[in-house]
């Protein structure tokens, strides 16, 4: 089992940027993938992006292409989301997840039910 804690959210002006970390502790031997999602209210989790463990290669939805990047840290076991460019449309929980399966250049977890284990998420709020 992989546990995983998000941090680094809150309250951030349009335009502005900020980065959220995942720490993972547990069977992270398991990782092959780290992704992250969000969820803004009344809507359904949406992929947003992810990371080789291994090598580092990301994928990530069009949406936040060029705007957002995700980044890991396997000495600490740790994934970043920098958010650069926010707008109230990125106001959501957002979270992040391992997986078992590679991000390759054909194939990548992007589903949720790729992803085996997530943290509780964090909220950030993007707001003037």
């Known amino acids: 089992q992989v546990q995983l804690v998000e941090s680094g959210g809150g309250l951030v002006q349009p335009g502005h940027s900020l980065t959220l970390a995942c720490t993972a502790s547990?069977?992270?031997?398991?990782?092959?993938?780290m992704g992250w999602f969000r969820q803004a209210p009344e809507k359904e989790r949406e992929f947003i992006g992810v990371?080789?463990?291994?090598?580092?290669?990301?994928h990530y939805v069009d949406s936040v292409k060029g705007r957002f990047t995700i980044s890991r840290d396997t000495a600490k076991n740790t994934a970043y989301l920098q958010m650069n460019w926010l707008n109230v449309e990125d106001t959501a929980l957002y979270y992040c997840?391992?997986?078992?399966?590679?991000?390759?250049?054909?194939?990548?977890?992007?589903?949720?039910?790729?992803?085996?284990?997530w943290g509780q998420g964090t909220q950030v709020t993007v707001s003037s």
């Open positions: 547990g069977r992270t031997y398991t990782i092959q993938s």
């Open positions: 990371i080789s463990w291994g090598v580092g290669r990301t």
């Open positions: 997840a391992s997986s078992s399966q590679p991000t390759g250049f054909l194939h990548r977890p992007t589903a949720v039910g790729d992803f085996g284990s």
